[in-house]
T-cell receptor, first 110, second 114 residues
Framework: GIQVEQSPPDLILQEGANSTLRCNFSDSVNNLQWFHQNPWGQLINLFYIPSGTKQNGRLSATTVATERYSLLYISSSQTTDSGVYFCAPGGTGTASKLTFGTGTRLQVTL | EAEVAQSPRYKITEKSQAVAFWCDPISGHATLYWYRQILGQGPELLVQFQDESVVDDSQLPKDRFSAERLKGVDSTLKIQPAELGDSAMYLC????????????FGSGTRLTVV
């Protein structure tokens, strides 16, 4: 199966700082999502981004499928950004299951 | 915005008892997934359905776990008997049959086995 490596594993930021989270994956994929897991455990879909770049407010993501990596940018971080960020690449059709990395745990402090 | 419904949100059960979780996917989503997430780890796939058929259950501990999606809509995941090591978050997700536009996850069921 696909191997997923996320870095850094832990990150502490002061409010207002910017950060970049990285996801490397081992195989070609047709699907990739970034999720934020909140303190109650729910996985919130941030981006569906099998390739290219997308932006949503203070967040943006870029996937370079040919080089097997994806990046998540957080700008002007807020305390509500705290939680665990997961990258999950996958296939399509009957092989559409997502494989999750171990996540990046982000803590934003005042 | 359409949601994936799961119940219960929390469940405490004694070792060796039976427990069941329910999931109702987004209307029109043919593919349904059950994931298990152990504390501190990423979610791992237990079973994937395409309509009412199982597509992938290679990581489902079939001696104690069972899953069904009889009419291709909602789904039930059962554990019998529960063991201490089953304590985890059980997450349900759904997607279009082709997987495009990604998954939507439900709120999950946090299971504690005592």
């Amino acid at each position: 199966g696909i191997q997923v490596e996320q870095s850094p594993p832990d990150l502490i930021l002061q409010e207002g700082a910017n950060s970049t989270l990285r996801c490397n994956f081992s195989d070609s994929v047709n699907n990739l999502q970034w999720f934020h897991q909140n303190p109650w455990g729910q996985l919130i879909n941030l981006f569906y981004i099998p390739s290219g770049t997308k932006q949503n407010g203070r967040l943006s993501a870029t996937t370079v499928a040919t080089e097997r990596y994806s990046l998540l940018y957080i700008s002007s971080s807020q305390t509500t950004d705290s939680g665990v960020y997961f990258c999950a690449p996958g296939g399509t059709g009957t092989a559409s299951k997502l494989t999750f990395g171990t996540g990046t745990r982000l803590q934003v402090t005042l | 915005e359409a949601e994936v419904a799961q119940s219960p949100r929390y469940k405490i059960t004694e070792k060796s008892q039976a427990v069941a979780f329910w999931c109702d996917p987004i209307s029109g989503h043919a593919t349904l997934y059950w994931y298990r997430q152990i504390l501190g780890q990423g979610p791992e796939l237990l079973v994937q359905f395409q309509d009412e058929s199982v597509v992938d259950d290679s990581q489902l501990p079939k001696d104690r776990f069972s899953a069904e999606r009889l009419k291709g809509v909602d789904s039930t995941l059962k554990i019998q008997p529960a063991e201490l090591g089953d304590s985890a978050m059980y997450l349900c997700a759904s997607s279009r049959a082709d997987g495009y536009y990604g998954y939507t996850f439900g709120s999950g069921t946090r299971l504690t086995v005592v």
